[in-house]
């Protein structure tokens, strides 16, 4: 027998060979267009996410698009102000068929306005929280909706240090983001039994547009590293609340253990 009638007699080896086709990772970041937002947006279309960014300055969200256009992912800008509630359910239906397979969704919409120590300004108060509250919810509401019916997703809220005791800074903001940090602990308790994971995200300074003009922001750190971690959180399902940097949440402790009588006497 030759060689060759050597190799064709040979029984013949089969070799699995799977379809390699990548899979598809859909997120959407509402608050795109600046700061935490933009640079989530940049991290996740560098590891191949599609990521849906809305904000209201369709400019920024264009700009970030055609930044991110050579990474691996790709952005789909939306402008859309969060204030306007009603038109939230249409948004997010066509931002999920174009980005499709959404498996991570990120509020990190946010405004502090400036408030003086004196200051009690009801409309200042009620911009708040429409956009970190009452926009917030109604956006949750809809990734809440999409991953119930998934039974999939994670779902990540940027709330702030700032909600974890009334200061006297500005009242509102500290509010809102008390109360943007209950609304996700109750959408973690109903979602969790269905494979849904809700993450509570808070940051303490973080150089930003919002903080530019502020002298001091003690320990603060940069907008990439804080979407480094806030993504690696998501990603890791974990935590339910994490603190950016983890170091904040020795001080929150602290901070949440002075009795009133002594805070209330208190300059933080
Ligand atoms: N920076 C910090 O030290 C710090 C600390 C703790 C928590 N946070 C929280 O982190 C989140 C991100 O803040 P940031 O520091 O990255 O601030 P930022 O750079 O000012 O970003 C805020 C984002 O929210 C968007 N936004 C504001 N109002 C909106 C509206 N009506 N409709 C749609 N989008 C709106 C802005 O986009 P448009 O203006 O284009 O709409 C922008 O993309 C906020 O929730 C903030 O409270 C920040």
């Known amino acids: 027998m030759t060689d060759a009638q050597d190799w064709q007699d040979a029984p013949v080896r ?23 937002g933009a640079e ?11 990521v849906g960014a809305v ?14 256009k050579l990474e691996p992912g790709r952005v789909v ?3 859309q102000d969060v204030t306007d509630t009603e038109s939230i359910p249409a948004a997010f239906e066509s931002l999920a068929r174009e980005v499709e397979s959404v498996e991570l969704f990120i509020y990190s919409a946010g405004i502090m306005p400036d408030v003086g120590p004196q200051e009690y300004d009801t409309a200042k108060d009620l911009a708040q929280i429409e956009v970190n509250l009452a926009g917030a919810m109604a956006w949750c509401n809809q990734a809440a909706r999409l991953f119930l019916s998934q039974r999939s997703g994670t779902l990540v809220g940027i709330g702030s240090i700032a909600g974890d005791r009334g200061r006297k800074g500005n009242p509102a903001y500290h509010a809102t983001k008390a109360g943007f940090a ?3 602990e109750s959408l973690r308790n109903r979602l969790s039994e269905v494979g849904v994971h809700v ?6 300074g973080v150089h930003t547009p919002m903080t530019a003009h502020l002298d001091k922001l003690p320990m603060a750190i940069s907008a990439d590293r804080a979407a480094a971690t806030i993504i ?6 974990f935590w339910n609340t994490r603190y950016v940097p983890l170091r904040w949440w020795a001080v929150a402790l602290v901070i949440k253990s002075i009795p009133s009588f ?3 006497r208190m300059t933080i």
């Open 14 to 36: 089969r070799v699995a060979v799977k379809a390699t086709q990548p899979k598809r990772r859909g997120a959407i970041v509402i608050g795109a267009s600046t700061g935490i």
């Open 40 to 50: 989530l947006v940049r991290q996740l279309a560098r590891q191949g996410y599609t």
């Open 55 to 68: 904000a209201r300055r369709e400019e920024l969200l264009l700009a970030l698009q055609e930044e991110m």
């Open 77 to 79: 800008p939306l402008a």
């Open 182 to 184: 209950t609304y996700l």
């Open 199 to 204: 993450l509570t995200i808070k940051p303490g």
């Open 232 to 237: 690696g959180a998501a990603q890791r399902r």
């Open 262 to 264: 002594l805070f209330k």
